[in-house]
């Protein structure tokens, strides 16, 4: 059985759950990327009677939090669960990228759009400080991307890329 107790190391082809706590933001702490992405999330997930008034306050929050971040995340973003940026300044991200659980970015990072579409990142992908994933990529799955590297290709899952445009030095399945 894969990913079970008697397995230690769960293969990676198995369905990786987001990890919620990474987001978790108690209530007089300061973390702004996460109370950034909670805004998103409140956004996303407003319904009922009052929605219209929970998505405008998300939006108000939304506003604010990207002010104070210096990121620019699109309150629309398909972002899985789990997501940290710990250094939230400069992140730039496509409305149309997808990315998926348990992701890390750091500052500076860009996941962006061309004419003929954007990204979609695997689950728990590393992407360095400056790195640049653009045009209709797929990274794969625990794929590591360095920093400043400029991606335009895709990335297989498990592997790591770097450089100017990125190369896979290592980590291939």
Known sequence: MTGSIDDPAPSRTTVIEPDWSREYKGRLQWYPSRA????????????????????????????????????????????????????????????????GPNCLLFQQVTIGNTGKGAPTLGAHVDVGAGAKIIGPVTIGDHARIGANAVVTSDIPAGATAVGIPARVISGAD
Do not use: C, N
């Open 36 to 99: 950034l992405l909670r805004a998103i999330r409140d956004y996303q997930a407003a319904s009922g009677p009052f929605a219209r008034l929970k998505r405008r306050l998300a939006s108000e929050r939304h506003r604010f939090w990207s002010i104070i971040t210096g990121a620019d995340i699109p309150i629309g973003a398909r972002i899985g669960g789990g997501l940290m940026m710990p250094h939230p300044s400069g992140i730039v991200i496509s409305p149309w990228a997808v990315i």
